[in-house]
């Protein structure tokens, strides 16, 4: 069974967010579009599908999420939502984020 899971970190190391999922879910929604960020020429650097570490900037954390619209279970707990929904909202654009995100 494939495993995804995306780590969001703040680069000061202030605020961050995970996102988990079998084959389909938000995490797997967060990869794909960081995979097109780089094919596209957005976001630079080394990179695999299966493994990306890398920084970027708040703007780009924001569109990586933008097409995230739910988290279910089992992955996900009640009020993980509303954390992540937080977590969005307070995204600095101008601010160093580091994205590490793992398929299995």
């Keep these: 069974m494939t495993t995804v899971d995306v780590y969001i970190r703040k680069a000061d190391g202030a605020d961050s967010f995970s ?5 389909f879910g938000p995490a797997t929604t967060a990869l ?12 630079s650097g080394p ?3 299966s493994y990306i570490d890398t920084t970027v900037k708040g ?30 909202e307070a995204i600095d654009d101008d601010a160093d984020y580091i994205i590490k995100a793992i398929e299995v």
């Design 19 to 23: 996102l988990h999922n079998g084959l």
């Design 47 to 49: 990179w695999h599908s």
């Design 32 to 43: 794909h579009a960081l995979i097109k960020a780089f094919q596209d020429g957005t976001v």
């Design 59 to 88: 703007t780009i954390v924001r569109s990586v999420l933008g097409g995230i619209s739910e988290l279910d279970p089992p992955y996900h707990q009640p009020g993980d939502w509303a954390r992540f929904t937080a977590f969005q």
